[in-house]
């Protein structure tokens, strides 16, 4: 017994563009709600598994209305998945401006990220999913040769509709994501899938009332970000500055909330904020065996800690590490940052501390992945030792940690970790603010009276002089379990850290 229908090519076809355009809305999905959200291991464990559960359902469903027993057909199917993700970026939009209050702070963010997310993605992401995942059991049972090879049919549609996947996956992020955004990635991908309505079959006149869906979906109102200068999504997240009434202007990531990568205050080197804390340890940092001071900022981002010690001391030779080659763009284009810094761009901080050369009479981490977590290879046991062995003797490390209290789990671990490897370890909370500073020497540390002295000749004692109040120091133990390579669950760490907080609320 045969069937009539499309010929076995255009079935697969159909097949292969499914598998794409699956991929292409799963990942670029998590970049449309990173304005909302981030891009932490939460909104990704949300996201695949809505995408995971949609088709299965969608699988399920499909294999019962491919018997013949009522639902949609697959050309319906087709053209309803394309018409709601060529409406996605604007829907994803609507919704995370919903759900996420706009005054949020960070350490209150835990649970709107969690379920807000999952949210966001289950309204977003489950019915275009969903009409994906039916759209195979159909190809099958609309081969000509499904009833007499259903093996055979099944490993073909299944084999094409793994390959366009693999098409969707490096296609996604090697070539559409550069070449025109996530929204519109996503967009193309459901623009394919209209496409493959056309080719298996007629979408009933229910499906194509979804063509307005995109049309009502641009009407509705996007998120407000005032005194935006510009916005840039990168290979990594998504950036922008801002600029408050008074000038200030901030480097935000992701979400943002309250919080922010790299600052300027108009008129002042000094911003009042976590950053004046880490001039010290660079201003102590002693020669090298050429007699030239040089401190290494690790997560420079938009520059905040190069210009201010570029201002501050002369002398010293600044230099660093960005990944993200658009946060130091935005950095020069909007945040002073001075262009003869010498930056490793589109660098790993931990590679570049590897394959270099040079010493360091002080090393800056100021590293951070998505706002919420340290990147777990930047802190564990064998990082440190990098860290360690490119100071020159008598230099200082110098580690940003956030953290409401010392018990905190990352913080206990990562700075316990820290002291495993360096020989005098303390640590200060920032006044006013959330962030820890963690100072590790090679060898002894200067007496209080010669760190004062430092930051008289400066200028700067007035404004950072708590940076040598030893009360406001405490000696930082070793860690009993150091976080290692292959055993540092700072992710899982911070989500305890999260956890712990809320409940505490």
């Known amino acids: 017994m045969t069937h009539e229908g499309p010929s076995g090519p255009r079935l697969l076809a159909v097949a292969f563009l499914t598998g794409a355009a699956v991929m292409v809305v799963e990942l670029m999905a998590v970049r449309l709600m990173a304005p909302w959200f981030g891009q932490s291991q939460l909104v990704w464990t949300n996201v695949i598994g809505v995408v995971l559960a949609s088709l299965a359902a969608g699988q399920w469903l499909g294999g019962r209305w491919a018997e013949g027993r009522g639902g949609f057909a697959p050309g319906s199917l087709l053209?309803?998945?394309?018409?709601?993700?060529?409406?996605?970026?604007?829907?994803?939009?609507?919704?995370?401006?919903?759900?996420?209050?706009?005054?949020?702070?960070?350490?209150?963010?835990?649970?709107?990220?969690?379920?807000?997310?999952?949210?966001?993605?289950?309204?977003?992401?489950?019915?275009?999913?969903?009409?994906?995942?039916?759209?195979?059991?159909?190809?099958?049972?609309?081969?000509?040769?499904?009833?007499?090879?259903?093996?055979?049919?099944?490993?073909?549609?299944?084999?094409?509709?793994?390959?366009?996947?693999?098409?969707?996956?490096?296609?996604?992020?090697?070539?559409?994501?550069p070449m025109v955004g996530s929204a519109m990635a996503v967009r193309l991908a459901g623009t394919a899938l209209i496409l493959g309505a056309v080719v298996i079959g007629r979408p009933r006149k229910a499906a194509a009332l979804l063509w307005f869906v995109p049309l009502l979906a641009t009407l509705a109102p996007g998120r407000d970000r005032p005194g935006l200068l510009e916005s840039v999504e990168t290979d990594y997240q998504f950036?922008?500055?801002?600029?408050?009434?008074?000038?200030?202007?901030?480097?935000?990531?992701?979400?943002?909330?309250?919080?922010?990568?790299?600052?300027?205050?108009?008129?002042?080197?000094?911003?009042?904020?976590?950053y004046d804390a880490f001039l010290l340890p660079a201003l102590l940092a002693p020669p090298g065996a050429d007699g030239v001071r040089r401190a290494f900022v690790v997560g420079l981002g938009g520059g905040t800690m190069a210009r201010q010690l570029d201002a501050v001391d002369p002398d010293l030779v600044v230099s660093g590490v960005e990944i993200d080659a658009e946060l130091l763009r935005l950095g020069r284009a909007w945040l002073d940052m001075p262009a003869d810094i010498e930056v490793a761009v589109g660098q790993d901080g931990r590679m570049a501390l590897r394959v270099g050369a040079e010493s360091f009479?002080?090393?800056?981490?100021?590293?951070?992945?998505?706002?919420?977590?340290?990147?777990?290879?930047?802190?564990?046991?064998?990082?440190?030792?990098?860290?360690?062995?490119?100071?020159?003797?008598?230099g200082v490390a110098a580690l940003n940690l956030g953290g409401l209290t010392w018990e905190d789990p990352v913080v206990h671990a990562v700075a316990g970790t820290f002291a495993t490897v360096l020989d005098h370890v303390t640590m200060a909370r920032v006044p006013g603010?959330?962030?820890?500073?963690?100072?590790?020497?090679?060898?002894?540390?200067?007496?209080?009276?010669?760190?004062?002295?430092?930051?008289?000749?400066?200028?700067?004692?007035?404004?950072?002089?708590?940076?040598?109040?030893?009360?406001?120091?405490a000696a930082v133990p070793p860690a009993e379990h150091p976080l290692v390579d292959g055993d540092?669950?700072?992710?899982?760490?911070?989500?305890?850290s999260?956890?712990?907080?809320?409940?505490?609320?």
């Not at 500055?241 to 108009?266: K, Q």
């Not at 540092?488 to 305890?496: D, F, M, Q, S």
């Not at 999260?498 to 609320?505: E, Q, T």
């Open 488 to 496: 540092a669950p700072v992710e899982a760490l911070a989500h305890a």
């Open 361 to 394: 009479g002080a090393i800056l981490i100021d590293a951070y992945a998505q706002q919420i977590y340290l990147p777990q290879h930047l802190c564990t046991r064998e990082f440190f030792e990098q860290v360690r062995h490119r100071l020159v003797d008598g």
């Open 239 to 274: 950036a922008y500055v801002d600029e408050d009434d008074d000038g200030t202007r901030r480097l935000r990531i992701n979400e943002a909330l309250d919080s922010f990568h790299s600052v300027t205050v108009p008129g002042s080197v000094l911003t009042g904020m976590y």
């Open 79 to 177: 053209f309803a998945a394309g018409a709601l993700a060529v409406a996605l970026p604007d829907i994803v939009g609507l919704l995370g401006g919903l759900v996420l209050p706009g005054d949020l702070r960070l350490i209150e963010a835990y649970p709107f990220v969690t379920w807000g997310s999952l949210l966001v993605a289950l309204v977003g992401l489950g019915l275009p999913l969903a009409a994906m995942g039916a759209v195979t059991p159909w190809i099958v049972r609309l081969s000509r040769e499904a009833t007499v090879a259903p093996g055979r049919v099944a490993g073909r549609v299944l084999g094409a509709g793994t390959l366009g996947s693999l098409v969707g996956t490096f296609g996604a992020t090697h070539v559409l994501l």
């Open 498 to 505: 999260w956890r712990a907080l809320w409940d505490g609320r």
């Open 433 to 473: 603010t959330r962030n820890l500073i963690a100072l590790g020497w090679k060898g002894r540390p200067p007496g209080t009276e010669a760190m004062a002295r430092v930051l008289v000749e400066h200028g700067l004692f007035d404004a950072i002089g708590w940076t040598v109040e030893e009360d406001l120091f």
